[in-house]
């Protein structure tokens, strides 16, 4: 949600250490004045400066929004800018976020009002996507430039981007090139302007050139500091994604409340037990609820001591850790049919510490109302009254308890407070049932259980269920009922498309889909071609959010062909390209990721409610919150509290959560956390009045093409 209605929250972490004004600005006094740091979006509806408000709002950073085409808006004029508090003068704004870099009339007050608000407190302005011209640093593009689609394109950062804002990146932004049939990013390629104080971040091969052309640079003039981007872009595009960091980076100066991390956990659901088996024939899973009683026959997968010893090995080529997600009655019938002997089992416990446990219910029933599969799709069972039948508290407890004896008693390295249950069962599904099973809370209370799994794409926001919170996981589109590729395929196929291509016309009811096919895949290449790359983006896309959602697969998916490791290794692998060493992927447990969305709700609560007020006044910054509600920010490494180091390192800066015990917080910055001074020289607002000249003639302006999120 926009924080555009927040008028009294005030964000932490300024751009400058300390605030010396330009010699031509008259002062009587040379007291440092506050500068309360939310940012001030200007927005014009393009997606450009929506791209950047949704990462200020992922992070947790606080931000007002002006809409150019809200006839009732706020003027931005001295007094919407700065006033005083306590006598000391405040700037209201760390930064000011622009649709280009000048969105309003010719001799429009409103502009002027910001270029002399820019130059008297140092604040930074984000050009979020202008036409290159002289006004923005920039030569044309018909000067020696270009303009046209860079779909595809791989764009580089400059040494000057690599030692700024955008060191946390490993060199290269690739621009995504999605469809073919669909124009996505569009740019204009530009050098320096011929006198023009421009600094290149990231840059582009001109085509036909042996030159190269700005996309994101920083433009010193007037004493005014502007970060001109030219090209456009969406929030859920790659290359925005890779460059957002950055971007919010150079406009705070790197101090600023919220935090942004990169998340990777995946959930391996099932783990000793067998995942039924998709028949190619029928179209359904003998042994499940998609096929009726007694149809095909029963094939089921299993992993081996080999895929044990698989995952070890991949884990530690990767750097990360899998979260088993087990059933020990899986392993007790499979003794039980083999003379006490489950040669899995016995691999698995003997690496047990290799892994992290997670408890998955001891059989896996189905935790919810009593099914009724005598029909496909099942129904609830219901008295003979209408009311529905429900498990009851008892069985699911039994359930819960019983694998946590077993899985202790087999030596797992157990969080207690972690569950799982089988589908997510006991929750809500629709169509068939619309609320929680009401034994479920009392049965998780009763086991100490403080965080349960939810399935994102049914249940995908944080709840408390009894004592437990939910932790939403991404499904990925790797099915638990495929073990070999050939068989992923064939039912990726009968889901995807039409009744007249033997598919199961789910797409044609549901048109708004995205991953419909126009025909099926051949099942020899189709999923290394299609889905493999398809669901890598997805993942990936999940990881570049700031979204520390658990990802889910199943055992079935880690033996036979192994099929799930060319989408974790196209994510990492991917991964590994784009980021440098300082920004690793942060994989955790699901109790921490719980934590992390339990505190973020918290925190946007408390800044959606004007309860947070934050502000800097040289070195030190000032945060105050409610009692109970964690602060976070992003401040630069030597940042202290108390005398005590603050935060955790990630992505070239420190970043962290604290008590606030509903007293104000004191951080200071260390001495390197200097301000970046504008080109000296002076205010001169005549260039900056100008209206911009976004496109030349004969060029449409681009808008960016908005995948499925």
Not at 28 to 33: E, Q
Request: with cysteine; glycine share 8%.
């Amino acid at each position: 949600m926009k924080r555009t209605t927040r008028t009294t929250a005030l964000a932490v972490g300024a751009l400058i250490a300390s605030l010396v004004r330009p010699a031509t600005a008259a002062h009587a006094d040379t007291v440092t004045p506050r500068v309360d740091l939310r940012v001030l979006v200007v927005s014009d509806g393009g997606p450009s400066t929506d791209a950047i408000a949704a990462e200020l709002d992922t992070a947790g950073t606080p931000y007002t929004e002006i809409d150019l085409q809200d006839t009732a808006r706020p003027v931005i004029d001295a007094e919407f800018l700065a006033d005083t508090v306590d006598g000391v003068e405040r700037a209201r704004f760390q930064a000011v976020v622009l649709p280009d870099d000048n969105p309003f009339p010719t001799g429009s007050t409103e502009m002027a009002a910001l270029a002399a608000y820019e130059q008297t407190y140092a604040i930074p302005q984000v050009d979020a996507y202008t036409y290159a011209r002289p006004e923005a640093g920039l030569e044309y593009p018909v000067d020696g430039g270009w303009s046209g689609s860079v779909d595809g394109v791989t764009a580089e950062v400059t040494e000057a981007g690599a030692a700024g804002p955008f060191a946390y990146l490993d060199g290269t932004v690739p621009f995504e090139d999605n469809s073919p049939d669909v124009g996505e990013s569009y740019a204009y390629l530009s050098t320096p302007a011929a006198g023009a104080d421009f600094t290149p971040y990231v840059d582009a091969a001109i085509p036909g050139q042996t030159t190269r052309g700005s996309l994101v640079g920083e433009y010193r003039h007037d004493g005014r500091r502007e970060l001109v981007v030219t090209f456009v872009y969406n929030q859920y595009q790659q290359q925005f994604r890779l460059l957002a960091r950055g971007i919010v980076e150079w406009m705070t100066g790197g101090v600023h409340l919220g935090a942004s991390r990169n998340y990777f956990a995946v959930h391996v659901d099932d783990v000793f037990a067998a995942d039924d088996r998709w028949d190619t024939e029928l179209d359904c899973t003998p042994g499940d609820i998609d096929c009726p009683p007694g149809q095909g026959v029963e094939n089921p997968i299993r992993m081996t001591p080999a895929d044990v010893d698989h995952a070890i090995e991949w884990q530690g080529r990767q750097g990360i850790t899998l979260d088993m997600v087990y059933n020990g009655a899986g392993s007790v019938n499979e003794r039980e049919d083999n003379d006490g002997v489950d040669e899995l089992a016995d691999q698995l416990i003997a690496d047990r510490d290799g892994f992290r446990w997670v408890n998955h219910t001891y059989s896996h029933p189905f935790l919810g109302c009593v099914q009724d599969v005598s029909v496909v799709p099942w129904k609830c069972s219901t008295d003979a009254d209408g009311s529905t039948q429900w498990v009851s508290r008892t069985e699911i407890s039994d359930e819960i308890a019983t694998n946590r004896v077993w899985g202790q008693a087999n030596g797992l390295p157990l969080d207690t407070e972690e569950l799982v249950t089988g589908e997510h069962s006991g929750l809500r599904i629709l169509p068939q049932q619309p609320l929680d099973n009401p034994n479920l809370g009392p049965a998780l209370t009763d086991n100490g259980v403080k965080w349960t799994a939810s399935d994102n794409s049914r249940d995908p926001v944080q709840r408390q269920v009894g004592s437990a919170t939910t932790v939403s996981r991404y499904p990925m589109n790797i099915f638990y009922n495929a073990g070999r590729a050939a068989e992923q395929v064939d039912e990726y196929n009968w889901i995807y498309t039409g009744r007249a291509q033997g598919g199961s016309g789910i797409c044609e009811d549901n048109p708004a889909t995205s991953t419909c096919l126009t025909a099926p895949l051949d099942t020899a290449t189709g999923y290394a071609d299609h889905i493999v790359p398809l669901e890598t983006r997805t993942a990936l896309g999940h990881v570049l959010s700031n979204d520390p959602k658990p990802h889910f697969i199943h055992q079935s998916n880690l033996t036979e062909d192994r099929i799930a490791y060319p989408v974790l290794d196209g994510v990492l692998s991917t991964y590994d390209t784009l980021f440098a060493d300082n920004a690793p992927v942060v994989n955790l447990r699901m109790k921490d990721l719980g934590i992390e969305m339990q505190r973020r709700e918290a925190w946007d609560a408390a800044l959606d409610a004007g309860q947070v007020t934050a502000y800097r006044v040289g070195s030190a910054v000032t945060v105050e919150a409610p009692d109970g509600v964690a602060v976070t920010a992003t401040l630069p490494t030597g940042t202290t509290q108390g005398g005590a180091a603050f935060g955790d390192a990630y992505a070239g800066a420190v970043s962290g959560w604290t008590a606030s015990a509903g007293q104000p917080l004191t951080l200071t910055l260390p001495a390197s956390a200097a301000p970046q001074a504008a080109t000296a020289g002076s205010p001169d607002t005549t260039t900056s009045t100008t209206p911009p000249t976004k496109v030349p003639a004969g060029v449409t302006e681009q808008v960016p093409y908005v995948p499925e999120n």
